[in-house]
């Protein structure tokens, strides 16, 4: 595991979820990263930003709370399924917008340009649902944190050389990793993923992870204090 990169990555998805434009840019600025632009609507929230060596970095927010004029929340509940090409289903709700934001992404770069993805929660669930929108060879690395459930087992198949760098966390007994608790959707039952837990990690198959019920698990600020623990103390699996 590269913990730098996956450290680097949560921070970047932490720092998405700031909505004053200005705010974010002198946050982006602060992980060493140039500040392209701001995508922002009433279901999608993203910054899109490019390092030194000219990395390009799409950073998606999860859901926001507190703002009147945002359906996140509404976005998380709408479980209805929307077919995708190649075969499998996936969240309306997760899929809301997303070719919107994508369309917003190419007006920014190149044609060619590789894109790295992450963010949290249902920044996470957008990041895993990249596949429908660029093609494999433009698709960078994949952090998703604490994602819940967006996509049926078929998708997964169908994606899965696509996404077969996707790193994903959940963080502890997070209540939301596992929402929703019933229906078509579930983690690929294929993929490993890192459990932070309190004394460090395992590495895990999705399907291992035992459940839980705490929301403040779900924090992206906590997800970010474990994993720089764990890049800067080199730690192993516990």
Not at 22 to 49: M, N, P, W, Y
Not at 125 to 141: A, D, N, S, V, Y
Not at 208 to 228: K, M, Q, S
């Amino acid at each position: 595991m590269n913990w730098p990169a996956i450290y680097a990555a949560a921070k970047r998805a932490e720092a998405a979820y700031i909505a004053d434009e200005d705010e974010a840019k002198a946050a982006f600025a602060a992980l060493g990263l140039t500040f392209i632009g701001q995508h922002r609507d009433a279901s999608h929230q993203a910054v899109l930003s490019h390092d030194a060596a000219g990395a390009t970095y799409l950073s998606i927010s999860g859901t926001r709370f507190g703002e009147a004029d945002n359906v996140d929340l509404l976005d998380d509940l709408y479980l209805l399924p929307v077919s995708v090409p190649r075969g499998g289903i996936v969240a309306a709700g997760a899929y809301s917008g997303m070719q919107e934001l994508w369309q917003w992404v190419s007006s920014h770069i190149g044609p060619d340009v590789a894109v790295n993805v992450e963010g949290h929660s249902l920044g996470g669930e957008r990041t895993l649902l990249t596949p429908l929108f660029l093609p494999k060879e433009r698709i960078g690395t994949l952090h998703a944190f604490d994602a819940p459930k967006c996509a049926s087992q078929a998708y997964w198949d169908v994606y899965r050389e696509e996404l077969a760098g996707a790193v994903r966390t959940v963080n502890r007994q997070d209540l939301w990793y596992g929402w929703p608790p019933a229906g078509p959707y579930q983690h690929d039952e294929q993929a490993e993923v890192i459990w932070l837990v309190q004394d460090g990690f395992r590495i895990i198959n999705a399907m291992a992870w035992p459940g839980g019920f705490d929301v403040e698990n779900h924090a992206i600020a906590e997800i970010v204090t474990a994993l720089e623990g764990i890049a800067s103390a080199g730690l192993v699996q516990a």
